[in-house]
């Protein structure tokens, strides 16, 4: 600023605009997580997802109702096939519980750190947490976390990272907050984080919740009150043997209206024909469903040749 020509004035207009765009360090706003993380129409999968949420829910407020102090700590881990809604129904709960304190910790929040940034990163989450009246974290996809990766039969995680968050999931300060912590991990993931040489991590939460896959009633009834079916006349029901997680099924269905020439959401939207049957009968729509279950260990599909046409 030697050069400026001009002296440079601070106003008081300035002061006020930086403190409006000051935001915390480590906190995230309840409008954040819902564009982030919640589809824009949300459904219920199962009677089982309700469940979760809604014991998610009554732990969370029955911690809050506890004459707190000192502070409480609630954990609970959300574990089942991928893409079965894991992420979603945790951030259901931030956004219904009513938290003072919102923070979603993923491995791509954490890219570029070192083991000990992220430690440090992560203890700070929980310091911040503690430090609000009635605090939610959630650790997304724990194996990320812990830079789970698997080579053949060898699993390599890291250690410092996995020993800093079992002594958090225990951590306490006298503060008086209330504070859940909500992991999610596939159900593989959870069976080889069982074992001693991973402090059997999954018993590190108290409570455990299991997201199926939507077996054909469940898939049934979405494609009932979905307007996909309304526009098909309701006629449309799911081979009853198949099961699928949300995303496969939103990817077969996306796929199979690409291949018939139209975007899933404008026919929606638009309330034009899309019609399920001809759609399912389409080769393309096997096609989706296997490719998508390709990248799906934990449950592989029929092949084409048993999926009746
Ligand atoms: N109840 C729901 N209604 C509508 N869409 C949903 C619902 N639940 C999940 N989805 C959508 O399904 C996809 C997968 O959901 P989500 O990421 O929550 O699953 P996940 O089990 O956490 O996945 P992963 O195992 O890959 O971490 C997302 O695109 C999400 O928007």
Redesign the pocket.
């Known amino acids: 600023y030697a050069d400026a020509k001009e002296p440079m004035i601070v106003t008081r207009k300035d002061f006020v605009d930086s403190l409006i765009s000051i935001s915390p360090a480590y906190t995230q706003s309840e409008s954040h997580i819902v564009s982030q993380y919640l ?1 824009t ?5 199962t009677t089982d ?1 309700e469940s979760i949420i809604t014991s998610l829910l009554e732990l969370s407020s029955s911690i809050q109702s506890q004459t707190a102090a000192p502070s409480k700590m609630i954990t609970s881990l959300i574990y ?1 096939p ?8 945790a951030a259901r709960v931030a956004v219904l519980g009513h938290f003072t304190y919102i923070k979603v910790v993923t491995a791509s929040n954490m890219i570029g750190l070192t083991d000990f940034g992220k430690i440090e990163y992560i203890h700070q989450v929980f310091k911040d947490a503690f430090s609000s009246s009635h605090s939610l974290i959630v650790l997304d ?1 724990v194996h990320r976390l812990v830079e789970y990766v698997q080579v053949g039969d060898r699993v390599s995680v890291s250690h410092s990272l996995m020993h800093a968050l079992s002594t958090l999931l225990s951590y306490s300060m006298s503060s008086g907050s209330t504070v859940m912590v909500i992991g ?1 991990m ?1 159900v593989s993931h959870r069976e080889s984080f069982a074992q001693p040489i991973n402090l059997n991590f999954p018993t590190l939460f108290t409570w455990q919740h299991y ?1 199926p896959l939507m077996n054909a009633t469940d898939i049934n009834s979405f494609l009932k009150r979905s307007n996909i079916n309304r526009l098909n006349g309701g006629q449309f029901s799911f081979p009853s043997h198949l099961s699928l997680s ?2 496969q099924l ?1 990817n077969a269905l996306q796929c199979a209206c690409i291949s018939e020439g139209m975007l899933m959401e404008e026919e929606v939207d638009k309330k034009t024909s899309c019609y399920l049957n001809r759609l399912f009968s389409q080769t393309t729509l096997l096609d989706c469903l296997n490719s998508s279950s390709a990248k799906n260990e934990d449950q592989p599909l029929p092949s084409i040749k048993s999926f009746p046409l």
């Not at 129409?41 to 999968?45: I, R």
């Not at 991928?82 to 129904?89: A, Q, V």
């Open positions: 589809p129409n949300y459904f219920s999968l997802h089942g991928k893409g079965t809604g894991k992420t979603t129904l996809d999610t596939t997201t949300i995303t939103m």
